[in-house]
């Protein structure tokens, strides 16, 4: 039997079966914390494609999941699980990794917090650690900047800070909130219209969907673990600059028929669809009113195993 049916065969039903004991409460996982472990796809792929032997294949994933193992089990925190030896039986169990072992339950409510808008700042800068959870950004406000949060990831943090006339903002989870056994985390964003913006995000496993059609966008700047992500842009700017640095995600753009748009695509084992690009080589794409076009967006897509997709509407 070749390896890579085997293998996958395993991988497929060992996930069914750990989605299985996790609904009956067999064995608890925390799934954003496992979408941290993206890079094993591509040690798993690279298994697949060596030029050797099926039985050094067998060897080698065996090494692979047997150091993980080991490693992530001697994580201090951070990990989704411990590895507990009961004596004298020999036997062994899968334990929750909890902070909060003393049975007490956090609560969190639901958070908002606003930026008073400043007529005097002409740029808003904004850095956001998504974490883990569904993350929106869409319509305006007459505020510089909106946030609200429900779930129960913990609450958040904003600190504003001045700079040569911009203002920066700066967007992250408090200070010994967990993001283990997530069960909600919904982020709603809205920026005023006004500015022109520079997005630094770090996506992480999130889902977010970013309507930023309504926004004047200079920069855009995704970091993106294994997430999806949905992202509108508009024409409001005359340039803006897009980069998505993923690892195992789905990104899916929208750019406007109204703006030239070029995409560069620096990626390894990527899916991607371009419609209405034309291809100039060396991994570039335009579309055909590019070069004539005032409004112009530029694309970087830079990933490792992901799926793309950029649609003209």
């Not at 062994?92 to 969190?108: L, P």
Request: hydrophobic residues 40%.
């Amino acid at each position: 039997m070749k390896y890579k049916h085997l293998f996958w065969g395993l991988i497929l039903i060992t996930i069914g079966m750990l989605f299985i004991l996790n609904n009956f409460g067999i064995v608890h996982f925390s799934w954003f914390s496992f979408w941290r472990l993206w890079p094993l796809i591509l040690l798993f792929w690279g298994i697949t494609i060596l030029p050797v032997k099926d039985m050094v294949k067998y060897i080698l994933l065996g090494v692979v999941l047997v150091s993980m193992f080991l490693i992530i089990n001697r994580l201090p925190e951070g990990r989704p699980w411990y590895w507990h030896f009961r004596h004298p039986v020999h036997s062994f169990r899968w334990e929750w990794d909890d902070e909060d072992n003393d049975s007490t339950t956090k609560t969190f409510s639901d958070q908002n917090l606003s930026v008073p808008f400043d007529s005097l700042a002409k740029k808003g800068i904004l850095n956001l650690d998504a974490a883990a959870g569904n993350f929106k950004i869409k319509g305006s406000t007459s505020e510089f900047l909106s946030f609200s949060k429900s779930g129960d990831i913990g609450n958040y943090e904003l600190t504003t800070k001045d700079i040569n006339g911009d203002k920066k903002i700066t967007l992250k989870l408090q200070e010994g909130n967990s993001r283990h056994n997530i069960r909600k985390n919904e982020v709603n964003i809205r920026l005023n219209p006004k500015p022109a913006w520079n997005l630094d995000m770090n996506i992480g496993a999130a889902a977010a969907d970013l309507d930023l059609s309504d926004y004047r966008i200079d920069t855009a700047d995704f970091e993106a673990g294994a997430s999806s992500m949905d992202v509108k842009l508009g024409d409001k700017n005359p340039k803006t600059v897009v980069v998505f640095n993923a690892g195992a995600s789905s990104i899916h753009v929208n750019v406007p028929k109204t703006a030239g748009c070029q995409v560069t695509s620096e990626s390894f084992l990527v899916s991607k669809t371009l419609e209405g690009f034309e291809n100039k080589g060396n991994h570039v794409y335009q579309t055909p009113n590019f070069k004539e076009n005032k409004t112009k967006i530029y694309i970087t897509i830079k990933t490792a195993v992901s799926s793309i997709e950029v649609v003209r509407y």
